[in-house]
């Protein structure tokens, strides 16, 4: 079963521009992950952000975490042509949440395409 | 450093017919899973092993499939007998303890099943 939730399931953006995704999931968490996927890479992991932390930057990349709603977004700045691809949340659950072990359940991922 | 390798990269089978897939995780990572990713969804956790123990395989449907991890390193998923709703991409990922399962996965390039 799919815990997270992606929205929006698409999105087109010229190239420049900034893209945000939003990721919302059901179960309290240890942590939250986002991969991306293209089809000549494979999934590929870009960020973690754990359940005490609020937001987390990498490169071009930033995250933010908001617990209490149960949601997460990811923030691609000044996009490329190469960031157009499909990108997932994935979620670890925290040990006393009753979601059983811990596995990694990823969402339906955004497809995002970036136009040069 | 070499990534997960998996083969083979494609598989077009008859329903019915038995097939098997390979993974060789990241040098040293003791953790390994197999998940199942169906068209426009998100990966779906079949089975984890830690070392050659399966402690995770709750979602392994276990009448057709089957996977092994003999010394602890490579490992093997088989279907049989495959059938039509098994056509998806089987992706094999590693994770090493010292970070736990609870951290980054890596992701092989996966193995694309077509049962006709």
């Known amino acids: 079963s799919q815990q997270g939730e992606e929205d929006p399931q698409a999105l087109s953006i010229q190239e420049g521009e900034n893209a945000t995704m939003n990721c919302s999931y059901k179960?309290?968490?240890?942590?939250l992950q986002w991969y991306r996927q293209n089809s000549g890479r494979g999934l590929v992991h870009l960020i973690l952000i754990r359940s005490n932390e609020r937001e987390k930057h990498s490169g071009r990349l930033r995250v933010t975490l908001d617990t209490s709603k149960k949601s997460s977004s990811l923030l691609i700045t000044a996009s490329r042509a190469a960031d157009t691809a499909s990108y997932f949340c994935a979620t670890v659950p925290s040990a006393n949440s009753g979601a059983g072990s811990y596995q990694l359940t990823f969402g339906k991922g955004t497809k995002l395409s970036v136009i040069p | 450093e070499a990534g997960v390798v998996q083969s083979p990269r494609y598989k077009i089978i008859e329903k019915k017919q038995p097939v098997a897939f390979w993974c060789n995780p990241i040098?040293?990572?003791?953790?390994l899973y197999w998940y199942r990713q169906n068209l426009g969804q998100g990966p779906e956790l079949l089975i984890r092993y830690e070392n050659e123990e399966a402690v995770d395989d709750s979602q392994l449907p276990k009448d057709r499939f089957s996977a092994e991890r003999l010394k602890g390193v490579d490992s093997t998923l088989k279907i049989q007998p495959a059938e039509l709703g098994d056509s998806a991409v089987y992706l094999c990922?590693?994770?090493?303890?010292?970070?736990?399962?609870?951290?980054?996965?890596?992701f092989g390039p996966g193995t694309r099943l077509t049962v006709l």
């Open positions: 990922a590693s994770s090493s303890r010292e970070t736990g399962s609870y951290n980054e996965q890596f």
């Open positions: 179960t309290s968490i240890n942590n």
């Open positions: 040098s040293g990572h003791n953790t």
